[in-house]
T-cell receptor
Framework: KQEVTQIPAALSVPEGENLVLNCSFT??????LQWFRQDPGKGLTSLLL?????REQTSGRLNASLDKSSGRSTLYIAASQPGDSATYLC???????????FGQGTTLQVKP | GAGVSQSPSNKVTEKGKDVELRCDPI?????LYWYRQSLGQGLEFLIY????????KSGLPSDRFSAERTGGSVSTLTIQRTQQEDSAVYLC?????????????????FGAGSRLTVL
C-alpha cells in the first residue's frame, strides 16, 4: 500500500530564504508526482507535476525534483516571499484513474 | 462554469442529522472526485465518477456515506446519521477524463471545499 510522508509538518522562515520541502513515498512504481498548494479555506492548486521519467520540473521560483529509486521528491522554493505562505502537499496517483494518495502537507510561514 | 463549485461552503449540523454536499464540476469534465480532509488525517480519497458511474468507491468510510452523479455533471455526497468524526472539509475535484492521469494529460482541478462540523 502506497504511503506518502512529508517532512517537516511546519516551517517558518524569514523572507528571502531559500527552502526545501520533502516528500517521500513507499512504493517507487509511480506514474508521476504532483505538488499542490493550499491556502487557508481554499481548494488545492497544482504547482508542478513530474512524470516518472523526469528528474525535475521548474516553474518560476519553484523547482521540484524526483528520485524514484529512493522514493523521494523535494520542492525547492527560491527567495521565499510572504505570499508563499500556505500548505504544500505532494501526491502520487495510485492508479491511472486520478485517485491520488496525498502526504499530510507542510505548512509554510514566510515572515516579512 | 469557470471552476469547480461546491456548496455549502460551511455546514454545522447536529449529530444524527443527514447532510448533503454538492459539487458542480467544470463544464465538459467527465470525471469527478470526492476527497475528505480531516485534521490529523490529511487528504483521503472517497469516490470518483466517470460520467454517472462510480468505478471506485473504495474510500467511502461506511455505509452512511453515499454519492451520486446525474447528467454527467452535478454530484451530491450524502452523509446519513452524521457523527462527530465526520467533521472535516469535503473537497471535490474534476478532470477532463479519469483516464490518462498517469501521463499528466488530465490534471485535477479542486473546488474550495465544504467544511462540515458535527456537534
Amino acid at each position: 500500500k502506497q504511503e506518502v510522508t512529508q517532512i517537516p509538518a511546519a516551517l517558518s522562515v524569514p523572507e528571502g530564504e531559500n527552502l526545501v520541502l520533502n516528500c517521500s513515498f513507499t512504493d517507487s512504481a509511480i506514474y508521476n508526482l504532483q505538488w499542490f498548494r493550499q491556502d487557508p479555506g481554499k481548494g488545492l492548486t497544482s504547482l508542478l507535476l513530474i512524470q516518472s521519467s523526469q528528474r525535475e520540473q521548474t516553474s518560476g521560483r519553484l523547482n521540484a525534483s524526483l528520485d524514484k529509486s529512493s522514493g523521494r521528491s523535494t520542492l525547492y522554493i527560491a527567495a521565499s516571499q510572504p505570499g508563499d505562505s500556505a500548505t504544500y502537499l505532494c501526491a502520487v496517483p495510485s492508479s491511472n484513474t486520478g485517485k491520488l494518495i496525498f502526504g499530510q502537507g507542510t505548512t509554510l510561514q514566510v515572515k516579512p | 462554469g469557470a471552476g469547480v463549485s461546491q456548496s455549502p461552503s460551511n455546514k454545522v449540523t447536529e449529530k444524527g442529522k443527514d447532510v448533503e454536499l454538492r459539487c458542480d464540476p467544470i463544464s465538459g469534465h467527465t470525471a469527478l472526485y470526492w476527497y475528505r480532509q480531516s485534521l490529523g488525517q490529511g487528504l483521503e480519497f472517497l469516490i470518483y465518477f466517470q460520467g454517472n458511474s462510480a468505478p471506485d468507491k473504495s474510500g467511502l468510510p461506511s455505509d452512511r456515506f453515499s454519492a451520486e452523479r446525474t447528467g454527467g455533471s452535478v454530484s451530491t455526497l450524502t452523509i446519513q446519521r452524521t457523527q462527530q468524526e465526520d467533521s472535516a472539509v469535503y473537497l471535490c475535484a474534476s478532470s477532463l477524463s479519469s483516464q490518462g492521469i498517469s501521463s499528466g494529460a488530465n490534471v485535477l482541478t479542486f473546488g474550495a471545499g465544504s467544511r462540515l462540523t458535527v456537534l
